[in-house]
Nanobody, 115 residues
Framework: QVQLVESGGGLVQPGGSLRLSCAAS????????MRWFRQSPGKEREWIVS???????IYLNSVQGRFAISRDNAKNTVFLQMNSLKPEDTAVYYC?????????WGQGTQVTVSS
């Protein structure tokens, strides 16, 4: 059982930045893939970025160049740096860990982009 705890959400103006954190209860170096999703009201949960155990990254086109995922294995934490935020980025952001036999979710952190 992997526990994930997101933090770092909040209210930010358009064009601003936030850095989300996802702290894992296990050694993230052993986790195949770590991912971030988001869900806006009335919409389905949307994948936005993945990072593999080897450090390979894949981004949703709409966040490519604005968001950056990274991992600190020593801290068992994955980060999502979000720059040039837009109102349409407003959502609850979820961290996800993919293991060989299961996947795990955090509780989410709210990001609101508004003036």
């Amino acid at each position: 059982q992997v526990q994930l705890v997101e933090s770092g959400g909040g209210l930010v103006q358009p064009g601003g930045s936030l850095r989300l954190s996802c702290a894992a209860s296990e050694n993230i170096a052993s986790i195949n893939v770590m991912r971030w999703f988001r869900q806006s009201p009335g919409k389905e949960r949307e994948w936005i970025v993945s990072i593999t155990r080897d450090g390979d990254r894949i981004y949703l086109n709409s966040v490519q160049g604005r968001f950056a995922i990274s991992r600190d294995n020593a801290k068992n934490t994955v980060f999502l740096q979000m720059n040039s935020l837009k109102p349409e980025d407003t959502a609850v952001y979820y961290c996800n860990a993919v293991m060989p036999s299961n996947e795990y979710w955090g509780q989410g952190t709210q990001v609101t982009v508004s003036s």
